[in-house]
């Protein structure tokens, strides 16, 4: 049922301060500001790395993973599209814990990978929707989202509820390094209770999002910019773009601009700029003016203080609550999922059912 929006997608994106509370509620134990997992028979103590195994959106949630988990437990994590990495025969140290994240729980190449990490003899968890799936089954450890079903081919609420169970699992694997203090951790409660309100702001800039639609509905391509964990928010933005609107779009790190992409750059590729106030503005903000001295249109994703600082010269910009770093991601996959939803309905795509693509993926 889809209520009273137009589609699944919609209803799905509007759906996310809900479930991603829901999510967080069985993770964080606000009162004794700890963050905490399911009862597991290991010790996270014994992890010296980390291996993350997903396929399209949820890879992108191990990319965003592997910023916060090296950020905070300071231990190296690879991460691996599961096509990939099932194939090339990948070493798995002992001591490895092997993370695969997955909506349906069925995707073929991911489950394969897990099988592959089980023969290896390594330790598994999963980040995982369907709680009766096969790899909520086969996993050593499973962290559940509680997103509920998601009906809509494109991924949205699943990724933010994956995103706020990596963020749990991130603390838990830094308190158990000894790299987190009570009082760090008690900090970080605070900024993951904030949000659910931090994702109802950012969905109450929908209608500026769908009124610029239109303009990026003419574009023939479309390129994402992002630093830091932005960076896999600005590959997920590509993905959205071009799976539902059927846009050719791409994401890069914004330092990768100069070696390659801005020969693509004029004044008919709009460029979507995700840069949060902080440390890597200003690096991400000259990569974007680059841009801009080549015609490139631009829309700013920021907060109010970047946005004062950058969005003087932009096509458009989207103003989002200022966070935390850790909840950043989850907060600006909103406008990323907004616009591909209202472009590809300018469009007059089938949101909910586009071509070529299924659902789960069942067969590699
Ligand atoms: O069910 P899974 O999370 O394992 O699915 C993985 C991908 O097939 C999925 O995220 C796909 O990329 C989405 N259609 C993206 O919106």
């Not at 994106?13 to 069985?26: G, M």
């Not at 702001?201 to 630093?227: F, K, N, P, Q, W």
């Not at 801005?262 to 690096?283: C, M, N, Q, T, Y």
Request: hydrophobic share 45%; charged share 20%.
């Amino acid at each position: 049922d889809k209520g009273n929006h137009r589609h699944f997608m919609l209803k799905e994106i509007y759906e996310q301060p809900v479930v991603v509370a829901q999510t967080l509620k069985s993770y964080v134990r606000s009162l004794e500001e700890q963050v905490s997992l399911p009862d597991m028979d290991f010790d996270l103590a014994g992890i010296e790395r980390v291996a993350i195994i997903a396929c399209g959106t949820a890879s992108y949630v191990g990319m965003i993973g592997k910023y916060w988990i090296e950020q905070f437990a300071r231990l190296p994590v690879e991460v691996d599209v599961a096509s990939e990495f099932r194939y090339r025969d990948p070493v798995l140290l002992p001591g490895t814990l092997g993370v695969v994240v997955s909506q349906s729980g069925e995707t073929a190449d991911t489950l394969a990978a897990l099988r592959h990490m089980k023969e290896a003899g390594i330790t598994t968890a999963g980040i995982i929707n369907v709680p009766t799936s096969s790899m909520a089954r086969e996993v050593d450890l499973l962290l559940p989202t509680h997103a509920g079903p998601e009906i809509g081919v494109a991924s949205t609420k699943a990724f933010t509820c994956q995103l706020a169970v990596m963020a749990a699992l991130a603390v838990n694997l830094a308190r158990a390094k000894g790299k987190l203090s009570p009082a760090e951790e008690a900090e970080i409660v605070h900024h993951l209770v904030e949000t659910p309100a931090a994702l109802n702001e950012a969905l109450s800039h929908d209608a500026e999002i769908e009124a610029m639609a239109h303009t990026i509905a003419a574009a023939r391509d479309v390129l994402y910019l992002g630093r830091g964990s932005d960076f896999p928010l600005a590959l997920e933005g590509a993905l959205k773009l071009k799976e539902i609107s059927y846009i050719h779009a791409e994401g890069y790190a914004s330092g990768e601009m100069k070696h390659g992409p801005i020969a693509l750059i004029d004044e008919h590729v709009p460029l979507i700029v995700l840069a949060p106030s902080g440390p890597r503005f200003e690096k991400t903000v000259s990569n974007m003016q680059e841009a801009q001295a080549r015609g490139a249109q631009v829309v700013l994703i920021s907060d109010a203080e970047g946005i004062r600082q950058a969005g003087e010269d932009a096509m458009a910009t989207i103003e989002m609550p200022k966070v935390h770093p850790l909840i950043s991601p989850l907060v600006y996959a909103v406008p990323v999922q907004l616009l591909a939803y209202h472009v590809a309905v300018a469009k007059g795509t089938d949101v909910d059912q586009p071509r070529n693509l299924a659902k789960s993926v069942t067969v590699e």
